[in-house]
């Protein structure tokens, strides 16, 4: 069919407001739009609205490219994130065999580090302590479910449902007071949070869960602005969990460990 | 490399404009073009060299974006961005200045498919061919989802405009 004898169609008329129509159909498309005065009157709504658009974004064009996006600022970066690469990888090959000979070195020196069960089960315990903490140390109305004033109360249940005797730990020296506890699942199992607050409002929470399995060393884990100890001592996990840095909660899980411990050994080393 | 910043930077004032589209804050669209540019000139030598750069660098920052909607979509965040008020119209002319917020807020009820095409089209001046390779369709098919685009922003923009009016009054 010959290009100025076929009807126009929608295609012609797209092609005609985007200046992509072939020259050959340009009469065909013109006379159709003086007989089709209401097409005409759309297509001429679509160019005004095509302008407005153009008008809002086009000054981002005019504007200066930011530094950031310069390709020089761009290849700069790309070359440091390559770097950075090949040094991490580099200190991870070190340390692996910097820890390996340590620890071949010190094998039988040290109470038992984590088997990989424990290790599992251990990091469960951390991310439910954790999860925990976030929930409910935030919390103004109901931070505990028992508050310190019927301690004796809270201690029962809390070793009832957990099925292992439990106490609480005496954190004044270091300033922090009980709030009081709550239980919470773990698993299929029972957990225990108790809740400590300093003069300025920091607050502090110590989660125990039964864990079988050998005793272990303290564990710190950093995670997303808390600090978290967590260790085994005689078939419970422990997890102290704080918006402190390292040492301070050390001293804390140190006294934890202390005051849990009837034969009051030395706490393990920080490792 | 001044050879690459030659063939590249002259793209990044409409990559730019794009991307604000797409997001709608200047802030999210620099990170995503940042994001865009990266990807390319990490990529530089895998590119097809019948290609114009032009319309890779488009498709690269449609991929991501398209990425980051749909990441953000199962983690089940809201993506909503504060619109960022530094674009009056020109021509300080207060009706005006109406009309081309609505065409803003207008385009952003559209499905992303339909406001991509636009814009690559009606702003980008992208040649049907180049939409066609970019959406990976044939060109017959780009003008038919162009009309039915254009339709309904023309709606979009019909239906916003009383209610802007209303608030107005």
Redesign the interface.
């Known amino acids: 069919m010959n290009d100025h004898t076929r009807p126009v169609g929608e295609d012609d008329l797209m092609a005609y407001m985007d200046a992509q129509l072939p020259a050959g159909r340009h009469n065909a498309v013109e006379t159709f739009l003086e007989q089709n005065p209401a097409v005409r009157a759309r297509i001429s709504v679509d160019n005004a609205i095509r302008d407005d658009l153009r008008r809002r974004l086009n000054p981002i064009i005019e504007q200066p490219i930011p530094d950031r996006l310069r390709v020089d600022a761009i290849l700069r970066g790309l070359r440091e994130a390559r770097f950075r690469r090949i040094r991490t990888v580099a200190a991870c090959v070190a340390l692996l065999c910097i820890g390996s000979a340590v620890g071949w070195g010190a094998r039988g020196m040290l109470p038992a580090p984590f088997s990989s069960g424990q290790q599992a089960l251990m990091m469960a315990t951390v991310a439910d302590a954790v999860a925990a903490h976030r929930v409910f140390s935030v919390e103004t109305v109901h931070p505990v479910e028992v508050g310190a004033a019927q301690e004796p109360h809270l201690v029962q249940w809390l070793s009832r449902r957990i099925g292992h005797r439990l106490a609480v730990p005496d954190l004044a020296k270091q300033g922090y007071v009980l709030m009081g506890g709550r239980l919470l699942p773990a698993g299929d199992q029972a957990a225990a949070q108790f809740m400590y607050e300093n003069g300025s409002g920091g607050r502090l929470t110590v989660y125990v869960r039964v864990s079988p399995g050998d005793d272990t060393r303290f564990r710190f884990v950093g995670s997303r602005g808390v600090s978290i100890f967590s260790w085994i001592d005689q078939g419970l996990g422990f997890a102290i969990v704080g918006t402190i840095d390292r040492p301070q909660l050390l001293a804390l899980a140190d006294s934890v460990y202390q005051q849990l411990d009837p034969q009051h050994r030395p706490a393990p080393s920080d490792l | 490399?001044s050879d690459?910043?030659a063939q590249?930077?002259p793209h990044?004032?409409?990559l730019?404009?794009y991307a604000?589209?797409l997001l709608r804050n200047?802030e999210a669209a620099?990170d995503l073009?940042?994001d865009c540019?990266?990807r390319a000139?990490?990529r530089w030598h895998l590119r097809r060299h019948d290609a114009s750069s032009r319309a890779w660098l488009f498709a690269i920052l449609r991929n991501l974006h398209l990425n980051n909607v749909r990441q953000l979509a199962r983690r089940g965040v809201h993506v909503e961005f504060q619109e960022a008020d530094?674009?009056a119209?020109?021509?300080g002319d207060g009706e005006?200045t109406l009309?081309?917020?609505d065409?803003?807020h207008a385009?952003a009820t559209l499905p992303e498919e339909q406001r991509s095409l636009l814009l690559l089209?009606?702003?980008d001046?992208f040649?049907?061919q180049e939409a066609a390779d970019l959406f990976k369709v044939p060109a017959?098919t780009i003008?038919?989802r162009?009309?039915r685009a254009?339709a309904n922003?023309?709606s979009a923009?019909e239906g916003g405009a009383r209610v802007t009016l209303r608030r107005v009054k």
Do not use: T, W
Request: aromatic share 6%; proline share 4%.
């Open positions: 490399m690459l910043a590249i930077e990044i004032p409409s730019r404009r604000r589209a200047q620099d073009v940042q540019l990266e000139l990490g530094g674009y119209s020109p021509d005006r009309i081309v917020r065409a803003l385009l089209v009606a702003i001046d040649s049907y017959g003008m038919s162009l009309s254009r922003f023309r923009i």
